[in-house]
């Protein structure tokens, strides 16, 4: 369906499937002083290029056949169908709920005194998640009707409905290198590229995208990983830390380059953008390096779903109120194959830092609470118990100080359905990061139009981890965050940027 909204902007057109838009863009250049600091105004005007013409879209999931691998396949499915099926508590419709992309509205304006809300979808045109098609790899040899039974995130009678399309799906086999995820899931490993040889693998995976994008006749492909968290690489000289090096030693079959690493190489080298939705450190600098070369997106890391959400927008609130957060102690449990491969120290570790890290920006922000540093008693507990199966059960307690050397407690329980958090923010991890691929921009004097930096730092609404060079400030507080995404949205369509202050009402100008 197509999107009812016009945009009536003289400083926006569209032009053969391309939307032209001017945005004067104004910011604050600091400059510190002993202990002055100068504010200087600065505006830059920016014109952006958007391709409105809608590609057929393949996505390539590395864990096809996991937990979020077919709970979101069988989504995309049902929600394609039309999907009716029974519960205890009556009949259930699919939907997206969860997906900022298909379910968020964004105001554009008013009416009157009627703010007017859109959903996020009729922006710019997106791909719709029902002309996606789905492929991928996975150490399990189970087409996605069984992968489904296993995972125990849908009701059975959904799965009923759904078996028949899920069974025509089998993933490629996937990679398997012991060293970088957990000892247990050895047992499911039998499906696997055969040998150690590095090199070779990375030619099967090549071959397999490009059989994949030939088959089904797309027009691109993206590459997600939603396999198991893997142990962090070692940034080693020579190995990982140059993309010449990465290759060289792919070739070799250097121990410490990862299986996430070689899917990421793979997709790079086939002109795909490459998703780590996990939190080990796939985005080594080889990586980095080779994707800018290649001019491919790679964005990560850790999806960010339900309790690390909360816990990015409730310390922002404490913060931005002058309230103290002295510790959060969060404590997890879980019994799907995500927790049991994370009872192990390794893999802990890297989810460990992910979820750990999320509030420093937050906290630094604020030098009249943490004068000296911005640090906090932040500890994190996760616990493997199988009978929870697909279901989150978290415990969070932040204490804080207030006025007065007074005290604060607050402990939030969450219970969650960790599959059903993960798959829509996969969808618009999907959906943004094509959209990206369409979008352009120049500022005055230059002559041809560039598309944005490799590492798609747009996207950090969606990552516990957002993965951010050096030379761009790092953000994790969740409304400057959904904020920034929804502006940039706005400004390609030619949409006026909302400031909240309505002063259009509360300062009417005289005529």
């Known amino acids: 369906?197509?999107?009812?909204?016009?945009?009536?902007?003289?400083?926006?057109?569209?032009?053969?499937?391309?939307?032209?838009?001017?945005?004067?863009?104004?910011?604050?250049?600091?400059?510190?002083?002993?202990?002055?600091?100068?504010?200087?105004?600065?505006?830059?005007?920016?014109?952006?290029?958007?391709?409105?013409?809608?590609?057929?879209?393949?996505?390539?999931?590395?864990?096809?056949?996991?937990?979020?691998?077919?709970?979101?396949?069988?989504?995309?499915?049902?929600?394609?169908?039309?999907?009716?099926?029974?519960?205890?508590?009556?009949?259930?419709?699919?939907?997206?709920?969860?997906s900022i992309t298909q379910c968020s509205t964004t105001k554009i304006g008013v009416c009157g005194t009627e703010e007017i809300y859109v959903p996020f979808k009729d922006i710019l045109p997106l791909v719709n998640p029902s002309d996606i098609v789905i492929s991928g790899w996975d150490i399990s040899k189970m087409n996605l009707a069984d992968g489904m039974k296993r995972a125990e995130v849908f009701d059975y009678n959904l799965q009923e409905k759904l078996n028949s399309e899920m069974k025509k799906i089998v993933p490629y086999p996937g990679i398997y290198y012991p060293d970088f995820i957990a000892k247990n899931q050895k047992d499911r490993a039998d499906n696997i590229l055969p040998g150690e040889n590095k090199g070779e693998h990375l030619k099967i995976l090549r071959g397999h995208i490009k059989e994949f994008k030939a088959l089904n006749k797309l027009d691109k492909v993206i590459v997600f990983w939603t396999a198991n968290t893997e142990r962090c690489s070692d940034i080693m000289k020579g190995i990982n830390d140059t993309a010449e090096n990465l290759l060289k030693a792919i070739e070799k079959s250097e121990k410490e380059i990862s299986s996430s690493s070689m899917y990421a190489v793979a997709a790079i080298l086939e002109g795909c953008s490459f998703i780590n939705a996990s939190p080990q450190n796939t985005l080594v600098p080889g990586i980095v390096e080779l994707a800018e070369k290649h001019k491919v997106f790679i964005c990560g890391d850790d999806m960010k779903t339900g309790q690390t959400k909360f816990k990015t927008a409730f310390t922002e609130f404490l913060v931005s109120?002058?309230?103290?957060?002295?510790?959060?102690?969060?404590?997890?449990?879980?019994?799907?194959?995500?927790?049991?491969?994370?009872?192990?120290?390794?893999?802990?570790?890297?989810?460990?830092?992910?979820?750990?890290?999320?509030?420093?920006?937050?906290?630094?922000?604020?030098?009249?609470?943490?004068?000296?540093?911005?640090?906090?008693?932040?500890?994190?507990?996760?616990?493997?118990?199988?009978?929870?199966?697909?279901?989150?059960?978290?415990?969070?307690?932040?204490?804080s100080e207030i006025m007065m050397g007074g005290q604060h407690f607050l402990s939030v329980y969450n219970v969650c359905e960790d599959s059903l958090l993960a798959a829509p923010i996969m969808l618009d991890l999907m959906l943004l990061t094509e959209i990206f691929e369409r979008i352009e921009w120049k500022t005055e004097g230059m002559k041809e139009f560039e598309r944005f930096p490799n590492v798609l730092t747009n996207l950090g609404y969606l990552f516990k981890a957002p993965f951010t060079p050096k030379d761009v400030p790092l953000v994790n507080s969740l409304s400057r965050q959904k904020q920034g995404l929804e502006n940039i949205m706005k400004i390609c369509a030619g949409i006026t940027l909302d400031n909240n202050t309505l002063l259009e009402f509360k300062c009417k100008p005289k005529t």
Request: aromatic share 10%; net charge positive.
């Open 1 to 98: 369906m197509e999107s009812s909204l016009t945009i009536s902007n003289p400083t926006s057109k569209t032009e053969h499937d391309m939307i032209y838009s001017q945005y004067l863009y104004s910011y604050s250049q600091v400059t510190k002083s002993e202990k002055k600091l100068i504010v200087t105004p600065k505006t830059i005007n920016y014109t952006f290029k958007t391709n409105t013409k809608v590609p057929k879209l393949g996505v390539m999931l590395v864990g096809l056949g996991g937990n979020n691998g077919t709970t979101f396949t069988g989504g995309i499915i049902a929600n394609r169908d039309k999907v009716t099926w029974m519960t205890k508590k009556g009949e259930n419709h699919a939907n997206f709920f969860g």
């Open 321 to 399: 109120a002058g309230i103290k957060p002295v510790s959060i102690v969060s404590y997890n449990h879980l019994g799907n194959n995500d927790g049991k491969n994370l009872s192990e120290y390794a893999q802990f570790h890297s989810k460990e830092t992910s979820k750990a890290s999320c509030v420093d920006d937050i906290l630094a922000s604020n030098r009249i609470l943490f004068p000296k540093e911005p640090k906090i008693d932040h500890v994190v507990v996760i616990k493997y118990v199988p009978s929870s199966g697909d279901t989150k059960k978290a415990l969070d307690e932040y204490a």
